[in-house]
């Protein structure tokens, strides 16, 4: 009965609809599957928001950008073209630094057992040891098929995914995120960074069988990238044994280097990133023609005072570095016994002195960072308060840290908010097409509230609707 007075009612709905207004078009007509040649009648960033513009794409790319076509849209729908209804079209979205292998461990059925009694960063990683004593390729594979399912859904176009080797988990995260690079290659690029998060030189053995596995990891057809987190070795001498022996493997594999590093915020103890940039430079890094460096989370650097900005600024010199810093993580984890809390200052290091610079999700769903989705805008919006950048040309600086910056810091092309020719066709679209006035209009209100409602388009297809 209930089901029946549904059914009349959308009926009659139906015929409402049809009555003011012409039918909607189907479905495989607003959402070509194949190549688009045209995104129609789109708003843009940098430009004016009362007018509307037509974004032609070829081989995957912007070929040109030209006023709406209002007669074209009138012939609608023509194969290949996408109708824009309005909405505000930016470039894609990326995560510089995501735990493909440690997502959802607090919703996952299989580790219901593992909840969070301390919220503490020791209890964290015992947690997170015990949820990996247990990880078999189904729950690896659900888990991160997830995790990517809703990035993209979010605009993400590609990522850079740390999957972890060590004597616990061997390769089963390295085959597991093999597997959904592969599976996912039409929708998203993503990077497999092999990742030591134990130490490489302390523990029972020295670390001699995170290296071996690191070592053979490292040679796998796939993993773009090598790192590890020297923090967690046992003192100094170790820390930085462990930052020759990595930035060696990224060296000498061609290999892009991501080291996590200086993760605590005591202002007496001493941050290794002097040491670690002195023995990357030792290496004539930039002579022999090594990649990118991408340092994460260092929230110890938000003690730093103008003068240790600036010479780390001239330490760097011509390296290829970028900062990735980790809010929501820094947010919950680190504080000091005096309830201090730091985050890398960002918005600072772009603004003032002109580093390379990004924010990332870093951990969904675990112990490290139990709140938040895997929109990385949910991160450039609490950017706005974390680091007092309300106005419009901040705002889209931010908005920069999780688009074209953050595919800087990982080393991957990426689409200007200028949105210019040759450049790749990976979008995001906001809003639904019958959003109304409270539609997105500019980069500032999308860092502000970016809602859910989107579609994703990578390399001129639509890969999320
Ligand atoms: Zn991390």
New binding site residues.
């Given amino acids: 009965m209930a089901k029946l007075h549904l059914a009349n009612d959308l009926a009659e709905k139906t015929r409402v609809y049809a009555k003011s207004r012409a039918p909607p078009p189907r479905y495989s007509d607003v959402y070509p599957s194949g190549p688009l040649n045209k995104i129609a009648g789109v708003r843009l960033p940098n430009k004016p928001s009362s007018t509307l513009w037509d974004i032609s794409i070829e081989d995957g790319r912007i070929s040109a950008v030209d006023p709406h076509d209002f007669e074209c849209s009138r012939r609608h729908p023509l194969p290949g073209v996408l109708d824009g209804s309005n909405r505000l079209l930016s470039p894609s979205l990326c995560h510089a630094?995501?735990?493909l292998d440690k997502c959802f461990l607090l919703q996952d059925p299989k580790f219901c057992d593992l909840q969070i009694e301390k919220g503490d960063f020791q209890e964290a990683m015992d947690m997170t040891s015990k949820a990996k004593a247990r990880f078999e390729e189904d729950d690896l594979l659900r888990r991160g098929r997830q995790l990517i399912e809703e990035s993209i859904h979010y605009g993400v176009t590609v990522m850079r995914a740390?999957v972890e080797v060590d004597g616990s988990v061997r390769f089963k995260c390295l085959d597991a995120g093999l597997k959904l690079k592969k599976e996912f290659e039409d929708r998203c690029e993503i990077q497999i960074c092999a990742f030591a998060q134990l130490p490489l030189f302390s523990g029972h053995d020295g670390g001699e069988e995170v290296r071996r596995l690191m070592t053979e990891a490292t040679h796998r057809e796939g993993v773009d990238v090598v790192g590890s987190?020297p923090y967690v070795e046992l003192d100094e001498v170790k820390m930085k044994m462990n930052v020759r022996w990595i930035s060696m493997m990224a060296l000498f594999n061609e290999k892009p280097l991501d080291l996590?590093l200086d993760?605590f915020l005591e202002e007496n103890k001493q941050p290794l990133v002097w040491a670690a940039l002195d023995i990357i430079k030792g290496r004539n890094w930039v002579e022999k023609g090594g990649k990118q460096i991408t340092l994460?989370?260092c929230t110890r650097l938000t003690r730093f005072k103008e003068e240790d900005w600036q010479r780390l600024k001239q330490d760097i010199g011509n390296l290829p570095v970028a900062f990735v810093g980790?809010p929501t993580?820094d947010l919950f984890m680190m504080r000091t016994p005096e309830s201090l809390r730091g985050t890398l200052p960002v918005v600072e290091m772009i603004e003032k002195y002109g580093f390379n610079a990004a924010i990332?999700v870093?951990?969904v769903g675990n112990a490290?960072t139990p709140q938040g989705t895997c929109d990385p805008l949910s991160i450039a919006s609490l950017g706005v308060g974390l680091y007092q950048a309300g106005t419009k040309k901040v705002a889209e600086i931010l908005y920069a840290t999780v688009s074209s910056r953050a595919k800087t810091a990982i080393n991957c092309e990426s689409t200007s908010l200028a949105l210019a020719t040759g450049e790749p066709a990976d979008f995001v679209l906001f809003d639904r097409m019958d959003t109304g006035w409270r539609c997105k209009k500019s980069i500032a209100e999308v860092v502000y509230d970016a809602g859910t409602a989107r579609q994703t388009i990578r390399r001129g297809r639509v890969t999320a609707f």
Avoid: C, M, Q, R
């Fill in positions: 630094h995501i735990h740390f987190a996590h993760y994460g989370h980790l993580s990332a870093n951990n490290f």
